[in-house]
């Protein structure tokens, strides 16, 4: 008996071993496969693309608004003291919602970094572009490489259009600051992509090597020993920071957008400040270190105020102040060390506290000062938005899934949404729905009782399933869901 169990024990494991030893000829070959043969996406509508950027009229410099979009890393509902934070100050963020509109209910594409920023670029759902799978990476690296090789891509479709393409065509200077990551495959890089002028990083802070660019040459090489094989997650590490010192990041955006203010100020422009703050890990300046009753994040996110305050005070300086539509924002919830104020959930997550963000909108010369704001809206709508401010027509040949919110910034009208969709971390179709008073999730992840959750938004920290109290509503926004669904899986481009 002893042999038998010893035979079949050893034909199972030259069994196994044959399954492993395929297994990695199939990997092995898919690799090479990638490595000489990988295309992008991106070549659906390029024709329509160049078309479309082609027939932009050129606006009067002489009536055509300025936009500075500050948009935060991880940056949480709970983070600012205009939102609630005890701990955190931020006088010139909480100036800037006196002196405009500060929204309550405005959402992220995205739980995650990536597809939220493409999210805001293109007014369209991550999904349209290729960014809705997670993040992207390093060229190059095990894990771009992995993303690659399982068929979802590491980079923003080149036949998007982007805010800064429209506006560039438009005879708009435009111009950059900070953090990227849509991809740092040639073609797929910032001025690329309409922006004439770059100053950042081609990723989020805890990847390894972080190079800062000017443009697509490297200014500051960060010479930086590799922590946990490049991903630097952990402010309190033994590590020396060698070339790149985050510290002074934030500093070094401020000066750079101020600069870029100071050059332009007499043509319309779009200034897209997109700090590398707060996302992990956590650098204070020196210049400030452990002043905040917040600790750590606390210090970071003061230096994040202290910088949205020098670009405000360039905009006074300047004389641009009337004529400019400052929008401050987070590309998604609160992570480690943030606070979600009394949401449920965090990044990564479609609960509130993962997609729900600060929004504020200051522009003195048309939005009125003080107004607090509760109807729904989502980051896809800054596309359309400024566009339809500065006299730019939306692309006809693209579904673009964000709408004009200028009314409601300076009138104080009612959403032009009826419903927001939640997108998950991975996958392109919708997790649930929200509208006025309800959220509607199509699953609550619990082991053993899966099923169907439905919130009364304002009413509940998302805590108590009412789909049984009201059932219509549930089927409402349960069929919904549904049908987005289908337009997704028949349509994921959304090509017109």
Known sequence: MRR?????????????????????VALGLRWVQVWLF?????????????????TIPEVDPADAPNFVVIFFDDLGWGDLSSYGSQLIRTPHIDRAAAEGLRMTDFYSASPVCTPSRAALLSGRFPVRSGTHNHVFFPEGSLLGTFRKMAGVGNEIATDEILLPEALLAAGYTTGMIGKWHLGDRPGHLP???????????????????????????????????LVDRGSFRDEDADVEMVGMDQRKLTRRYTEEAISFLERHQDRPFLLYLAHTAPHVPHFADPEHAGSSEGGIYGDVVEDLDRSTGDVLAALDRLGLTENTLVLITSDNGADYNGSPGNLRGRKGEVLEGGQRVPM??????????????????????????????????????????????????EKGAPSPHDLLFYFPTLGGEPAGARDARFKYLASTGDLGRDKPMLSDIHRDQEGH???????????????????????IESNPRGWR
């Open 465 to 487: 399933n009412l789909i049984r109290r009201f059932p219509e509503d549930g089927k409402r926004l349960g069929g919904a869901v549904a049908r987005m669904k289908e337009e």
């Open 191 to 225: 001025n690329d992509f309409g922006f004439q002028e770059y100053v950042g990083v081609h990723f989020s802070n805890d990847m390894q090597p972080l190079h800062l660019f000017r443009n697509d040459e490297i200014e500051i090489r960060d010479e930086t020993p």
């Open 4 to 24: 038998v169990f010893g035979r079949v024990a050893a034909g199972l494991g030259g069994l196994l071993l044959v399954v492993l030893g395929i297994a990695v």
């Open 38 to 54: 990988y295309v992008p996406m991106g070549s659906e509508h390029a024709s329509e693309k160049a078309a479309y950027l082609a």
């Open 360 to 409: 504020i909108a200051r522009w003195p010369d048309r939005i009125p000062a003080g107004r607090v704001s509760g109807e729904i809206a989502m980051n896809i709508d800054i596309f359309p938005t400024l566009l339809a401010l500065a006299g730019v027509p939306l692309p006809e040949d693209r579904i673009v899934d964000g709408t004009d919110l200028s009314e409601l910034f």
